[in-house]
């Protein structure tokens, strides 16, 4: 069984940048699909950004952070990173990564929050 970790949470002011990470144990980067997800209290779990398993790389961005938050993936380090750029008063909310194996349509992997395997989250906080 393999292990996600993220870490990187922090309390950030608006227009502030931050980086997520991800560590992942027992899982192949190349084998498996990599997606960042977000919840805030009373709100329903938004996918932010994926990225394919694979060698052609497909990514999707939810409209909210598109432009502000690429997904990244450093193979050596076995790490999928959210650099998060222009933070805005409305993007707070534990942020949590995922992995799976099946091959699938990004974007609806992403949207659906269709992930097998997650990680216990991390939080993040924008305030002035």
């Known amino acids: 069984q393999g292990q996600l970790v993220e870490s990187g949470g922090n309390l950030v002011q608006p227009g502030g940048s931050l980086r997520l990470s991800c560590t992942l144990s027992?899982?192949?980067?190349?084998?498996?699909?990599i997606g960042w997800f977000r919840q805030a209290p009373g709100k329903e779990r938004e996918g932010v950004s994926c990225?394919?398993?694979?060698?052609?790389?497909?990514?999707y961005y939810a409209d909210s952070v598109k432009g502000r938050f690429p997904i990244t993936r450093d193979k050596a380090k076995n790490t999928v990173y959210l650099p998060m750029n222009s933070l805005k008063p409305e993007d707070p909310a534990r942020y949590y990564c995922a992995a799976d194996s099946r091959a699938g349509y990004i974007a609806s992997m992403c949207a659906r929050g269709d992930f097998r395997s997650w990680g216990p989250g991390t939080q993040v906080t924008v305030s002035s």
């Open positions: 027992g899982f192949t980067l190349d084998s498996y699909a």
């Open positions: 990225v394919s398993s694979g060698l052609g790389l497909v990514t």
